[in-house]
């Protein structure tokens, strides 16, 4: 190990599909251009170690959370989970507590500093081409989501913790085919470009604090 990887910060991504990039490039999943634009502003900081799995629910973090090499404490920790929580159709208290019980990790994975971890609202699905194929009913899927991303953002101000919303973004470009991935469900590296304007202030914000 060079003496420079020292100096390094240290990032960690908790996620699911959208964090691990499902469909696209891996430079172009948001938690590796996140670091690219850091880096960009002069910032040392490792490539992130992401804990994620395509169609991990709650639960299903906290188990692979459990099975994963960590080694806090860590500079900066993201957490966004939950939509497979929606899809799958399970209860929304069930996912407030399981949700509190990861951020509360997380913060500990960032040496019990709250202000040092984000949180990722869940994108909307429903107006994606694989949504409107799918024969449910969209606007049910935007109403459920609704209510989940009111939780994630809830638990985030009751843990002190800052809070992005990507579901506005992903409704106004989530339904044009260069926003999504060739699956039709995914975002596209465009459109986790655009999920930035959100995300990077929530991740420098963070860096700045002690």
Known sequence: ????????LRYLALGDSY?????VDPA???PQQLVARLREDGMAIADPQIVAVTGWTTDELSAGM???????????????????????GRDPQNYRREFAALLQRAIALAGRRAARVFVV????????RFGRE????????GRELD???????????????AWADVAAISRTAGAAAAELADDGLHPSG???????????PAALTALSSP
């Open 147 to 161: 209510t989940f991303n009111a939780i994630n953002r809830d638990e985030a101000l009751r843990q002190q913790v």
């Open 121 to 128: 609202s869940i994108p909307d699905w429903g107006v994606t």
């Open 190 to 200: 465009r459109q986790y470009t655009g999920w930035l304007t959100t995300i990077l």
């Open 134 to 141: 799918s024969g449910r009913d969209v606007a049910a899927i």
């Open 28 to 30: 172009l999943r948001w």
């Open 66 to 88: 459990d099975a994963a090499t960590l080694v806090p404490p860590y500079d900066l920790v993201s957490l966004s989970i939950g939509v497979n929580n929606q899809y799958r």
């Open 1 to 8: 190990m060079h003496a420079r990887d020292h100096a390094e």
């Open 19 to 23: 964090t691990i990039g499902e469909a």
